[in-house]
């Protein structure tokens, strides 16, 4: 569950990016508003190409041997004492969480817990640790938000969110009834348990449309992947976007670093 | 229920969880059934913590649990010394079929025709009622919940609620087919029509049977909690009193009681305290004119000394049996209890079954859920109920050569098929130049991507490829 | 070997070696030390929110209150103890007219049991307390009030001197040193009977009373 106490490092000069595969693939925009965004904060970012994956959907699938390995490569991505920041409040929670338990009895065990308390939500790191000061340039907009179980669980940070739009001058922030609960992703779960998972992810969005909102922001991919297929498919009136595309776009002036 | 079993095997082939669920996900009455009461459910709990430092509480809750635990054989051979002083039976039971045994055999010696229960789980567990039955002793439920449970033939659908699966409308129409009553919706009438069933048969039970929510070692006290009163009829008004109970139940001292009750009740139903908190620590004495002559105890294991071999496992023997995480988790509330085909649904079921009916029967059990959480954030005794999915999973595929699993009927659920993927998978993620490969070439054949990608576009479009990988555009930029 | 041995033999050589047991901190469940005036005032919100009766008494009016609730409700008799003070002082007022046919639980149920489920309207008990955090009674039943009189009868009338209201469970038990010895029976009431078991919609006196009404002399 959620650290007793977290203590957020000085705002530091250089940070490693850990882009997570899901946002690799389909959601790169996200990963370079994030990138942006540090930028903006003076910060030097650094992507250690070799990067892959956390290891996450091996682990909940109980591969925990196949989950070792590729954990394993990322070990030795961060030889410096900088921080990690991760544009995924799952895969942080997983490298935070999870690398001390995945590297028991291995040998990595101190390198493992070494590199998870170096993992921060990027987000969390933005307003924590860089104490961004947003200014909105944006249109004035309404926005719903879902904070991934991960996040609000695992990393804590299910005040975070709200508090980066909330500097949003022109960004009215509404609030869908039953905000805490899971949308139903959960990886592997929504391709097992399909019939399950669409009953959640339905209700989710069924929320989310009632707030009024066009538009939600979400901390990890998974849930938007999730959330905005099931919207899309189905033809609600609402799209999602990572709430790092959503922040650097508002406050960059122009349409991000799209292609 | 292993074929050993001296009755026949009366619960749900659990092995059909996904059938049950679809059935339960498109009937619009148990969907509605579920997400009201657990709506409401979650509401009050979260009123009846409030001002209460819940994590500081909860702290102790799990100290409380874990210093039973690090104790148990001590403190079971304590509370055996006790009740015994304190003139209550007690009886050991390895597993179900023993414990109902036991109870037969004591309500054989009292020539006993009916026994009158009260909510246990336990002697779900045990299939006690099925038992009875079986050898010619009437044994019928005594709590609201449960007694409908009982006259519609079915089990309970929740651990504290038995009977939230039906609405008003459902339990009037069998009461009237069943008992006689009038077809009315008026609660008030049909708890009073249930009421003068039961007095009689309270009246004329040969034994009581009920559950514990805590043993207490250090006085010799068995603590129960309930709202009704039929807990106390149970255990007060026929000449005797068994209590069935797991062996986990045992806490140390009558101290411990006030803190986990304090958490149980809020956790469970949002009641600072239930109406009843009955704490019985001996038969009738001489000079006393009610209250049963015998009062026993029947101590299951079922399982139980297994889970306590392992540290990690051991956590799932913190339970103190609140619920809270069925109220609070997503797809208990969509596919509710019976899915599950378990004694006990939901999260601590999906934890807590493994072990009593083996992992290969019940390894669908951990993948029925997202592992959002929810259901160790309100734990209140802290158990890592996420974390103890993931094990259990690792455990039905045999995922961990450095941490071999454990739990009875364990690898079950490894397919070639599946480990060979994940091995592919495991490879290419290891190997950077393949990942960088391999995922460049997919977002340049994005277009190929298959439109159909089983059970998730079932209700969602498919996932889209990005023209170009973070990797490729950070490579670009020089990074 | 038996199964008791089988159980604890296998709890005691463990695989996983021996366990440590935490400390257990119970500060958490602390309170202030309320003045009596704010335990009655917390005991009586608590016990109304659970459907519980209070009425305010005296040493001296507590027979003219007790009359009245009984009469508003028709009652036609009471069960009283036979030697607790309760008992004594409402035999000895037997010549008042308002009140109801007094019953004595002096023989073992067995021999009037459905007398006490079928005729009896009301009872009247004694407590060993209450608890303001959670609005609760403390009962020990004794041979005097044995353990039906507070659970068959529809109404249960309780009898709460203020100045044993404490404030937590947990203080309760503590002053009172329960750790040294229980009765055969205790309890804790909080309120009338009550079940919600169909559809969550409350309704009272499933099993036990109906009414629970409370004394509380000041």
């Known amino acids: 569950m959620v650290d007793p106490i977290k203590v957020y490092p000085a705002k530091p000069s250089k940070v490693y990016f850990f882009g997570t595969c899901l946002v690799d693939m389909f959601y790169p925009d996200a990963g370079m508003a994030g990138i942006q965004l540090l930028e903006r904060e003076g910060i030097e970012v650094i992507f250690p190409q070799d990067q892959t994956c956390c290891g996450q959907p091996a682990y909940t699938s109980g591969y925990h041997d196949e989950a070792r390995a590729v954990a394993m490569a990322q070990l030795d991505l961060f030889p410096e004492d900088w921080p990690i920041v991760v544009p995924s409040g799952s895969c942080g929670g997983m490298m935070r969480k999870h690398y001390p338990d995945l590297f028991k009895d291995t040998g990595h065990e101190v390198k493992a817990a070494e590199v998870a308390g170096r993992v921060w939500e990027l987000t969390d790191f933005l307003l924590n640790v860089c104490h961004i000061k947003l200014d909105d340039l944006g249109e004035p907009t309404t926005v719903a938000m879902h904070t991934s179980c991960s996040a609000r669980r695992e990393m804590g940070v299910a005040e975070v969110g709200p508090k980066l739009l909330g500097q949003l001058s022109n960004v009215n922030l509404v609030e869908q009834i039953r905000a805490e609960e899971c949308c139903g992703f959960g990886g592997t779960f929504a391709i097992r348990h399909p019939e399950i998972s669409g009953a959640m992810v339905s209700e989710k969005v069924d929320t989310l449309v009632d707030t009024g909102a066009k538009a939600f922001v979400t901390t990890d991919c998974g849930c938007l992947m999730n959330i905005d297929g099931y919207a899309e498919k189905n033809r609600k009136p609402i799209t999602g976007q990572h709430i790092l595309s959503f922040l650097w776009e508002r406050t960059n002036g122009k349409k991000g670093d799209r292609s | ?479 | 070997m038996s199964s008791r041995d089988t159980i604890l033999q296998r709890l005691r050589n463990r695989s996983g070696g021996n366990l440590t047991a935490p400390n257990c901190d119970f500060s958490v469940l602390e309170r202030p030390d309320w003045p009596v005036s704010e335990r009655i005032a917390m005991f009586e919100k608590n016990i109304e929110s659970v459907h519980g009766e209070v009425h305010h008494c005296t040493e001296e009016t507590w027979l003219d209150r007790l009359a009245e609730v009984l009469s508003t409700r028709g009652a036609r008799n009471l069960l009283v103890p036979k030697e607790h003070e309760i008992g004594l002082k409402l035999r000895s007022a037997v010549e008042r007219e308002d009140l109801p046919n007094l019953l004595i639980y002096d023989e073992p149920i067995e021999s009037w049991q459905s007398v006490l489920f079928n005729d009896v309207d009301a009872g009247i008990t004694s407590t060993r307390g209450g608890i303001a955090e959670t609005g609760s009674l403390i009962l020990w039943p004794t041979a005097d009030e044995p353990r039906l009189m507070s659970l068959v009868p529809p109404v249960h009338v309780a009898v709460l001197y203020a100045s044993d209201i404490y404030t937590t469970f947990h203080e309760a038990m503590q002053v009172q040193d329960w750790g040294a010895g229980m009765p055969t029976n205790a309890l804790l009431i909080s309120g009338p009977s009550k079940t919600a078991d169909i559809e969550q919609t409350l309704a009272y006196g499933v099993h036990g009373p109906k009414e629970l009404i409370v004394l509380i002399i000041e």
């Not at chain 2, 807990?231 to 009681?257: Q, S």
């Open chain 2, 1 to 479: 229920m292993s074929e050993t079993a001296e009755h026949s095997p009366h619960h749900i082939d659990v092995k059909e969880f996904h059938p049950r669920a679809q059935a339960a996900i498109h009937n619009p009455k148990i969907r509605q059934n579920f997400r009201k009461a657990m709506d409401g459910l979650m509401t009050k709990r979260k009123s009846a913590f409030e001002g209460w430092d819940l994590e500081t509480l909860r702290d102790l809750g799990a100290n409380i649990r874990l210093r039973a635990l690090a104790n148990l054989p001590d403190l079971l051979e304590q509370l055996e010394q006790k009740l015994t002083e304190n003139g209550i039976k007690v009886h050991w039971a390895v597993d179900g079929d023993e414990a109902c045994r036991i109870v037969r055999d004591i309500c054989k010696a009292r020539d006993a025709k009916t026994v009158i229960k009260g909510k246990s789980m336990v002697s779900e567990e045990m299939e006690l009622n099925h038992y009875l039955e079986e050898q010619g002793i009437e044994a019928l439920e005594s709590d609201l919940g449960e007694y409908i449970v009982q006259l519609a033939g079915e089990t309970p659908s929740h651990i504290i609620m038995p009977a939230i699966h039906k609405n008003t409308d459902e339990i009037s129409e069998l009461m009237h087919e069943k008992t006689g009553t009038d077809l009315s919706h008026d609660v008030e009438y049909l708890t009073a029509s249930a009421r003068l069933q039961l007095r009689e048969k309270f009246m004329n039970a040969d034994v009581g049977v009920s559950g514990v929510n805590f043993a207490v070692a250090e006085t010799g006290t068995l603590c129960l909690v309930e709202n009704e009163g039929n807990g106390r009829m149970t255990t007060t008004v026929p000449p005797c009193h068994i209590a069935v109970t797991g062996i986990e139940k045992v806490v140390p001292n009558l101290e411990d009681v006030t803190a986990l009750l304090a958490l149980l009740t809020r956790s469970a139903t949002g009641q600072h305290i239930t109406t009843y908190f009955n704490m019985i620590s001996g038969p009738r004495k001489p000079d006393e004119l009610d209250g049963p002559e015998e009062v026993h105890l029947v101590l299951v294991d079922n399982g139980r000394s297994s889970i306590y071999q392992d540290d990690e496992l051991l956590d799932t023997l913190r339970c103190i049996r609140c619920g809270a995480c069925m109220n609070h988790c997503p797809v208990y509330t969509r596919v509710g209890g019976h899915t599950y085909g378990t004694t006990y649904p939901g999260p601590i079921g999906k934890i807590l079954m493994p072990h009593l009916i083996g992992l290969d029967e019940g390894r669908h059990l951990p993948t029925a859920s997202s592992l959002c959480g929810a259901c160790g954030e309100v734990c209140p005794v802290k158990i890592p109920i996420p974390d103890l999915l993931v094990r259990l999973r690792q455990e039905s595929v045999d995922g961990d050569k450095l941490h071999p699993a454990k739990v009875r009927g364990h690898g079950a659920k490894r397919g070639a098929v599946e480990a060979m993927v994940w091995k592919g998978w495991s490879w290419m993620h290891a190997h950077p130049g393949m990942y960088r490969f391999g995922t460049s070439m997919a977002a340049r054949f994005r277009k190929l991507q298959p439109g159909q990608i089983g059970g998730w576009t079932q209700y969602r479009t498919a996932p889209k490829l990005a023209p170009k990988t973070l990797h490729e555009r950070l490579k670009e930029r020089g990074q």
